[in-house]
């Protein structure tokens, strides 16, 4: 039930466009692709969408046909499909790996009614290049001629890895030295150590003060007694205060001294470091080089 209202709303936010002439690309359904191409499908419909100037719808097709309850190889389930998206022109189609080779079963969909379905073999090897080899033949199916390259039209080479990162034209950034050396946490955790210290000391010394007060203290009557009592427990429980704290603190200070002390030696050494961003068909980010001397 959440499902179909999910698909419900994402068909209801597709309809809102202008219908004219609009043409809807449903998500390709991939199975048996290999781990490395596992984000082919998404870049095959993404680059057919931009070759017929279309938009990608938000969910599969079977999502549709299962929330409309028609079967998909009927004219009016494709009608009510196109007229869910408010498109004149929808396409759909699966990808199914066998071995080097991969097939890819097109359907187009005109109002009207036009029906055109066509099984196309792609052999690149990766992302990309499967998506340009099958607008380059997909192209003849919509009556588009793709553009041109050196490589042929339109098929790029398997050299033209979407996973291999492009640097920006942003220029590499050099890290000045001078910006390293001990950091906040380091000192953070020395004056937490040091105040830790203090606090534990001044529990101790009043324990000390407490156990005085005892030793002095008069046990004539049954209330001094009492008295006593309650005396040397506030002092048992402020000596184990003191000492937990005096403990914790002097530990945080060592950790944070050897922490400055091992940032102050790198930062004494003499090193650089280049940052370049890059981005790529996965996504972008930026990589560190590092060298000491």
């Given at each position: 039930?959440?499902?179909?209202?999910?698909?419900?709303?994402?068909?209801?936010?597709?309809?809102?466009?202008?219908?004219?002439?609009?043409?809807?690309?449903?998500?390709?359904?991939?199975?048996?692709?290999?781990?490395?191409l596992s984000g082919?499908?998404?870049?095959?419909?993404?680059?057919?969408?931009?070759?017929?100037?279309?938009?990608?719808?938000?969910?599969?097709?079977?999502?549709?046909?299962?929330?409309?309850?028609?079967?998909?190889?009927?004219?009016?389930?494709?009608?009510?499909?196109?007229?869910?998206?408010?498109?004149?022109?929808?396409?759909?189609?699966?990808?199914t790996a066998r071995?080097?080779?991969?097939?890819?079963?097109?359907?187009?969909?005109?109002?009207?009614?036009?029906?055109?379905?066509?099984?196309?073999?792609?052999?690149?090897?990766?992302?990309?290049?499967?998506?340009?080899?099958?607008?380059?033949?997909?192209?003849?199916?919509?009556?588009?001629?793709?553009?041109?390259?050196?490589?042929?039209?339109?098929?790029?080479?398997?050299?033209?890895?979407?996973?291999?990162?492009?640097?920006?034209?942003?220029?590499?950034?050099?890290?000045?030295?001078?910006?390293?050396?001990?950091?906040?946490?380091?000192?953070?955790?020395?004056?937490?150590?040091?105040?830790?210290?203090?606090?534990?000391?001044?529990?101790?010394?009043?324990?000390?003060?407490?156990?005085?007060?005892?030793?002095?203290?008069?046990?004539?009557?049954?209330?001094?007694?009492?008295?006593?009592?309650?005396?040397?427990?506030?002092?048992?429980?402020?000596?184990?205060?003191?000492?937990?704290?005096?403990?914790?603190?002097?530990?945080?200070?060592?950790?944070?001294?050897?922490?400055?002390?091992?940032?102050?030696?790198?930062?004494?050494?003499?090193?650089?470091?280049?940052?370049?961003?890059?981005?790529?068909?996965?996504?972008?980010?930026?990589?560190?080089?590092?060298?000491?001397?």
């Amino acid at each position: 039930m959440i499902r179909r209202v999910v698909v419900l709303a994402c068909l209801l936010v597709a309809s809102s466009a202008h219908a004219e002439d609009r043409t809807t690309v449903f998500p390709f359904t991939a199975t048996g692709m290999p781990a490395h191409l596992s984000g082919a499908s998404a870049a095959m419909t993404r680059a057919l969408a931009v070759m017929l100037g279309g938009e990608v719808a938000n969910v599969p097709i079977d999502d549709v046909t299962g929330l409309l309850s028609c079967n998909v190889e009927l004219t009016d389930c494709l009608e009510q499909i196109a007229g869910s998206v408010n498109a004149r022109m929808i396409v759909y189609g699966t990808i199914t790996a066998r071995g080097d080779r991969f097939e890819v079963d097109l359907v187009r969909f005109a109002i009207g009614p036009e029906r055109e379905q066509r099984k196309i073999v792609l052999t690149a090897r990766t992302e990309r290049a499967l998506a340009t080899e099958l607008v380059d033949k997909a192209g003849r199916m919509f009556g588009i001629t793709p553009a041109r390259t050196d490589d042929g039209p339109g098929v790029a080479s398997d050299d033209d890895s979407d996973t291999e990162p492009m640097p920006v034209t942003e220029p590499p950034r050099r890290l000045d030295s001078s910006q390293s050396g001990p950091t906040a946490g380091s000192y953070v955790l020395i004056g937490a150590g040091v105040i830790g210290l203090g606090v534990g000391t001044a529990f101790i010394v009043s324990a000390y003060a407490i156990q005085n007060d005892v030793e002095v203290a008069p046990t004539g009557t049954l209330g001094e007694l009492q008295a006593l009592a309650d005396l040397e427990d506030r002092g048992r429980t402020r000596m184990m205060l003191g000492i937990g704290l005096a403990s914790a603190g002097g530990i945080l200070a060592i950790v944070g001294i050897a922490r400055a002390a091992i940032e102050k030696r790198d930062q004494d050494a003499e090193r650089s470091a280049v940052v370049q961003p890059w981005i790529s068909g996965r996504g972008l980010g930026v990589a560190v080089s590092w060298r000491l001397r």
